[in-house]
């Protein structure tokens, strides 16, 4: 099944402990991307990353690392988590960055919680 | 800065009427703009996509217009279903970057 996957689904730590969300894809999609979600500011892109080795960032990067050595990952990497980064992350990928394919798969969402 | 506006109020509509969501925006110019349905606690699902010289898409139940010097795109559900019920973003692509709006939150009344 052509599927975007993320893990954890849900995760609550505490403020400056290091983590990462995982982020995979099955559908040898060029462009990958990380979003957060919070209410009444809708989807706000962080990073993206047109292929392999090439990243850049979205709106709101600050306190966020990426990285894509494989086609088919796009970790989101929080390196001193702070409670302001609470939120619903989601991982998108599509066939291509800009054309006509560039409809967006989304994963389920992994709810951060930093306390 | 570029600026995506939904209506933030929900909108609440009879079965069977059609629903018609707006979505405007300012200080850019899409190469696309993209309509996705979003499920609570769930990822968003692509609807539509519609380039920007074309005026009007549709698939099914669903039409968009896509009005470029208005710069505002309506989003149509014919014939609604209790099944619609769900938030609606729209998002405007063009070079890497994708900015979607807040999403309009819709309900259809049996």
């Known amino acids: 099944e052509a599927q975007v996957t993320q893990n954890p689904r849900y995760l609550i730590t505490v403020t400056g402990k290091k983590l990462t969300v995982t982020c995979s894809q099955n559908?040898?999609?060029?462009?990958m991307s990380w979003y957060r979600q919070d209410p009444g500011l809708g989807l706000r892109q962080i990073y993206y990353?047109?292929?392999?080795?090439?990243?850049d960032k979205g709106d709101v990067p600050e306190g966020y690392k990426v990285s894509r050595k494989e086609k088919r990952n796009f970790p989101l990497i929080l390196e001193s988590p702070s409670p302001n980064q609470t939120s619903l992350y989601f991982c998108a990928s599509s066939l291509e960055a800009s054309g006509v394919y560039n409809e967006q798969f989304f994963g389920p969402g992994t709810r951060l919680t930093v306390l | 800065s570029q600026k995506i506006e939904q209506n933030s109020e929900a909108l609440n509509i009879q079965e069977g009427k059609t629903a018609t969501l707006t979505c405007n925006y300012t200080n850019y110019s899409p190469a696309y703009l993209q309509w996705y349905r979003q499920d609570p606690g769930r990822g968003p699902v692509f609807l539509l996509l519609i380039r920007e010289n074309e005026k009007e898409k549709r698939k099914e139940r669903l039409k968009v217009t896509f009005d470029t010097t208005l710069k505002q795109s309506l989003f149509h559900i014919t014939a609604s279903q209790p099944a619609d019920s769900a938030t609606y973003l729209c998002?405007?692509?063009?070079?890497?970057?994708?900015?979607f709006g807040a999403g309009t939150r819709l309900f259809v009344k049996a």
């Open positions: 990353s047109m292929n392999v080795e090439v990243t």
């Open positions: 559908m040898n999609h060029e462009y």
């Open positions: 998002a405007l692509a063009g070079g890497f970057k994708t900015i």
